[in-house]
């Protein structure tokens, strides 16, 4: 079965960094984008990027560009998220999640982690 | 950006009622659209994709509707366990994907 396992959460000071990771297993890790959505404490959803399936291809929530960098090893199985400069509204629930369209292409989420919590405070 | 926005934020309904949530882009995405049922601490379950079609394993009193515009999420027959926030969510026109604020539905 398919599943998503998300590490490398804490709290970390504004203006710190973080790196995330999420193991994925029970799944053809290259055929798909693999994305990061966050739920900031009592709020709704937000997409925040997605690595191509082949690692070729980013894209950025306009708020996270030049801070966040999404990469993906897919000899290992492994999506990474790579958060510069972090801001107290960057505070959140961060999911990895995988998309349901094979190849290059972004239509949603068939499969999600369990969600990993980043504070950032001081 | 495509905006997305669910009504009604909130509703209460009891087992056995059917409910309709509704969903609006703010321009055309034909059929891309996706809906999530969210439990409180658990992560967001996809549920209907490609506006109408039933996701493996999602029970078949949940049903959506619409094309362009407007879409729907009806679930019939309420169950106890369907109380949950419920997501829409568009893949048109990406990136960004884009979510709906989210609807509360609680079981009387």
């Known amino acids: 079965q398919v599943q998503l396992i998300e590490s490398g959460g804490g709290v970390v000071q504004p203006g710190g960094s973080l790196r995330l990771s999420c193991a994925a297993s029970?799944?053809?890790?290259?055929?798909?984008?693999m994305h990061w959505v966050r739920q900031a404490p009592g709020r709704g959803l937000e997409w925040v990027a997605v690595?191509?399936?082949?690692?070729?291809?980013?894209y950025y929530l306009d708020s996270v560009k030049g801070r966040f960098i999404v990469s993906r090893d897919n000899s290992k199985n492994t999506l990474h998220l790579q958060m510069n400069s972090l801001r107290p509204e960057d505070t959140a629930v961060y999911y990895c999640?995988?998309?349901?369209?094979?190849?290059?292409?972004?239509?949603?989420?068939?499969?999600w982690g369990q969600g990993i919590l980043v504070t950032v405070s001081s | 950006d495509i905006q997305m926005t669910q009504s009604p934020s909130s509703l209460s309904a009891s087992v056995g009622d059917r409910v309709t949530i509704t969903c609006r882009a703010s321009?055309?995405?034909?059929?891309?659209l996706n809906w999530y049922q969210q439990k409180p601490g658990k992560a967001p379950r996809l549920l209907i994709f490609g506006a109408s079609s039933l996701q493996t394993g999602v029970p078949s009193r949940f049903s959506g509707s619409g094309s362009g515009t407007d879409f729907t999420l009806t679930i019939s027959n309420l169950h106890p366990e369907d109380s949950a926030t419920y997501y829409c969510q568009q893949g048109y026109n990406v990136p960004p994907i884009t979510f709906g604020q989210g609807t509360r539905l609680d079981i009387k």
């Open positions: 321009q055309s995405i034909s059929t891309y």
């Open positions: 029970g799944f053809i890790f290259n055929n798909n984008g």
């Open positions: 999640a995988k998309d349901y369209c094979d190849g290059d292409c972004y239509y949603g989420f068939d499969y």
């Open positions: 690595a191509s399936h082949d690692g070729n291809y980013q």
